[in-house]
């Protein structure tokens, strides 16, 4: 894990929320984070590698396939009836805010 799952990983740890990382679906991609008692999936999000706040048609060729695989990603796990949660690298600038998304789940 890098520096900011080992931080999102923490904090789940300290609320006690049961999770299973790097969780492979259905053999086809591996999320960051897996909630069971709440079939939930986590996905903690770098906001450079991922686009975030950056115009879709601004991104360079690397974001914009990470952007279009996320989307894929997103769209097949809720089809197979699983819940997405996707938390941004910035959102920890606002712990409270992240802790309030994580007991929300």
């Known amino acids: ?9 923490s904090l789940l740890d300290s609320l006690e929320i049961d999770y299973i990382p790097q969780y492979v679906i259905n053999g086809k991609f591996a999320v960051d984070a897996f909630v069971p008692s709440k079939n939930t999936i986590i996905q903690f999000d770098g906001d ?16 914009k ?10 769209a097949y796990a809720k089809s197979i009836g699983f819940k997405v949660v996707r938390v941004w690298q910035s959102d920890f600038k606002d712990i409270d805010k992240v802790i309030s998304t994580f007991k929300a789940i």
């Open 1 to 9: 894990p890098n520096r900011f799952e080992t931080q999102a990983y």
């Open 48 to 63: 450079y590698w991922h686009g975030h706040n950056v115009p879709y048609g601004l991104l360079d060729a690397r974001q």
């Open 65 to 74: 396939k990470r952007v279009d695989l996320d989307v894929s990603q997103d």
